[in-house]
């Protein structure tokens, strides 16, 4: 599959023509109609290739000025939170959140064409592994920029519950390699889970460096726990935030009438690019982007608040947290929907960020 085109726009077309001519929930209502068409186990499924998951898209920055405009930012570059939204439009061509993108330029030109690829690379009984690639044509060649790899689970049309995907057939060597990295990502993400410092104490080593934090922040001559010192060409994590609020209106909605995850990709790395220059004190270049957790879905409507915070800092490197939750306002309760981690470089040595609780101290580095 390929095409030339805005890539929002046409995904916007796919699975949102049905609210051109029917409100979205008589289209919810015929989804349900599909619950009966569902494998009742994967063995009841044809197994699939993975050229049968290729797809191609492409971004005329180059000749359509119209849509360049749309990509640019206030410093004459493309703005990277759009490519996100494009990453992650592309995936629903794909299959029925991001696990880790990986920069391989810097530098993204505003007046060259883009190409995305990608397809998947594994499946387990309900989740899907896809990676993608964005290149781009500059000096006669396609050049590659960025690889992100993405995980999903498959829904069942009402979207409560896992659906049963595909199995996956590998061909030839290059391919059992990408699927047996699918098993290594696996394993590791479900490491990460069960190390989760709200399910498990810090290791030991773990703790003699938030005790070793903790003392290089006393005051001496005080020797008080609760006297603290910032140490020289040093700021305290607490005073390394920028927080933001957006209101979720039905343009960003995706087929399940919520909101689509680009858009919040989008808005969380605006915001930790704003917190990385303010902190830095000039432009940052994204380096990284690390496991983007989506752990529940936002709704029309909701109030959706950004919190980014510098979590560490190393040489030329700041890493941003930024949590996003949201607020009903009419009881007031706060329920946490995604977490990001986006590492920046800087054209020179950053102050170092020094944690003063144990929460600050812990956060991932």
Not at 67 to 85: A, M, S, T
Not at 120 to 148: C, F, N, R
Request: with cysteine; charged share 25%; aromatic share 8%.
């Amino acid at each position: 599959m390929c095409g030339c085109f805005s890539v929002r726009n046409r995904l916007r077309e796919i699975v949102g023509a049905s609210t051109n001519w029917r409100d979205h929930q008589q289209a919810l209502a015929d989804r349900l109609s599909l619950s009966n068409q569902l494998a009742g186990s994967q063995d009841e499924l044809p197994v699939r290739r993975m050229k049968d998951s290729y797809i191609e898209a492409h971004l005329p920055l180059g000749t359509d000025p119209t849509l360049r405009e749309k990509y640019l930012n206030y410093l004459k570059g493309v703005r990277f939170g759009r490519i996100l939204e494009d990453l992650d439009s592309l995936l629903w061509l794909i299959s029925p959140v991001c696990d880790v993108t990986d920069m391989r330029k810097q530098i993204i030109h505003p007046d060259c064409d883009i190409k995305f690829t990608g397809h998947v690379t594994w499946v387990g009984k309900t989740s899907i592994e896809a990676k993608m690639h964005m290149s781009q044509y500059h000096g006669g060649a396609y050049t590659p920029v960025l690889d992100a790899t993405f995980v999903m689970v498959a829904r069942d049309p009402e979207n409560k519950r896992a659906a049963f995907v595909n199995p996956l057939k590998p061909e030839g060597i290059e391919e059992e390699k990408l699927f047996h990295q699918g098993e290594i990502n696996k394993t590791r993400r479900i490491e990460l889970t069960t190390a989760s410092l709200l399910k498990v104490a810090p290791t030991a080593e773990e703790r003699k460096i938030v005790h070793s934090l903790f003392l290089n922040t006393l005051d001496s001559k005080t020797v008080s726990f609760r006297s603290r010192v910032l140490p020289p060409n040093s700021v305290w994590m607490e005073d390394a935030k920028v927080k933001g609020l957006e209101i979720c209106h039905p343009q960003e909605r995706n087929i399940f009438n919520r909101i689509f995850g680009g858009f919040l990709m989008r808005k969380a790395y605006e915001l930790g690019w704003a917190n990385a220059c303010v902190y830095g004190g000039c432009r940052p270049n994204l380096v990284a982007v690390d496991d983007i957790l989506f752990r529940k879905p936002v709704e029309i409507g909701s109030l959706l608040l950004l919190s980014s915070q510098v979590c560490y800092t190393e040489g030329k490197y700041i890493q941003v947290r930024v949590h996003t939750e949201v607020l009903d306002p009419l009881t007031r309760q706060h329920n946490t929907t995604n977490v990001f981690h986006f590492t920046f470089v800087t054209d020179k040595d950053v102050p170092n960020i020094v944690p003063q609780s144990y929460g600050g101290m812990t956060s991932k580095p």
